[in-house]
């Protein structure tokens, strides 16, 4: 069995300010995981992705996620906001192999304040 | 096109009725998925074809849902006689290989019953 916990359903920061979007897996295996985006009236696009490679995993538009395995984690960080990353960020985890189904957190939107 | 399709972008019906929607993926992707997603909730995984076939159905929440994928390309999701909870975003995603678990979706189709 697999799910993720995505903490808080809104975050709220200053624009300029660190971005922290927490993600906490369960996995019978040892996961590939990850994190897509959702601006509105758009699909989800993956922004990183972790499989079993760096632990440290660099994304597009500055992100970062780093898997940590003592804590069954795999936060998103981003040293300093911007209004257009305002979004819905979703964290989903699979098991390595073809006949496993990404299952996905239920989201945490990203408020930025001027 | 040059990522996923889904028609229509939106669907108005009445409760009772027969309703498809369509995806069209990338052009060489063997896994598609459909995914469900209420508001404020994350995709939910409703099945999964790997070319022509249904590898994983187990998301289906009952006999009124039905998904085909006749020639491992296009595939259409079938919902018989429409409730109300059934409203929702339905979405399609496809991958290169399912054993990556990076899916590419489309923008979902909002499916609304009255």
């Known amino acids: 069995a697999q799910s993720v916990t995505q903490l808080g359903s809104h975050v709220s920061v200053s624009e300029g300010a660190l971005v922290l979007l927490r993600c906490n897996y369960s996995?019978?295996?040892?996961?590939?995981l990850f994190w897509y985006v959702q601006y509105p009236n758009q699909g989800l696009q993956l922004l990183l992705k972790?499989?079993?490679?760096?632990?440290l995993v660099k994304g597009i538009n500055g992100f970062e996620a780093e898997f940590k395995k003592s804590e069954t984690s795999f936060h998103l960080t981003k040293p300093s906001a911007h209004m257009s990353d305002a979004a819905e960020y979703f964290c989903?985890?699979?098991?390595?192999?073809?006949?496993?189904?990404?299952?996905f957190g239920r989201g945490t939107s990203l408020i930025v304040h001027p | 096109g040059a990522g996923v399709s889904q028609t229509p972008s939106n669907k108005v019906t009445e409760k009772g009725k027969y309703v498809e929607l369509r995806c069209d993926p990338i052009?060489?992707?063997?896994?598609l998925y459909w995914y469900r997603q209420s508001l404020g909730q994350g995709p939910e995984f409703l099945i999964y074809?790997?070319?022509?076939?249904?590898?994983?159905d187990s998301g289906l929440p009952n006999d009124r849902f039905f998904a085909v994928r006749p020639e491992g390309s296009v595939s259409t999701l079938k919902i018989q006689r429409t409730e109300r909870g059934d409203s929702a975003v339905y979405l399609c995603?496809?991958?290169?290989?399912?054993?990556?678990?990076?899916?590419?979706f489309g923008e979902g189709s909002r499916l609304t019953v009255l």
């Open positions: 074809f790997q070319g022509t076939g249904a590898a994983d």
């Open positions: 995603a496809s991958s290169l290989a399912s054993n990556t678990g990076e899916l590419f």
């Open positions: 996995s019978s295996v040892p996961p590939y």
């Open positions: 052009s060489g992707h063997t896994a």
């Open positions: 989903a985890v699979k098991p390595p192999g073809g006949s496993y189904i990404p299952t």
């Open positions: 972790y499989t079993s490679a760096a632990t």
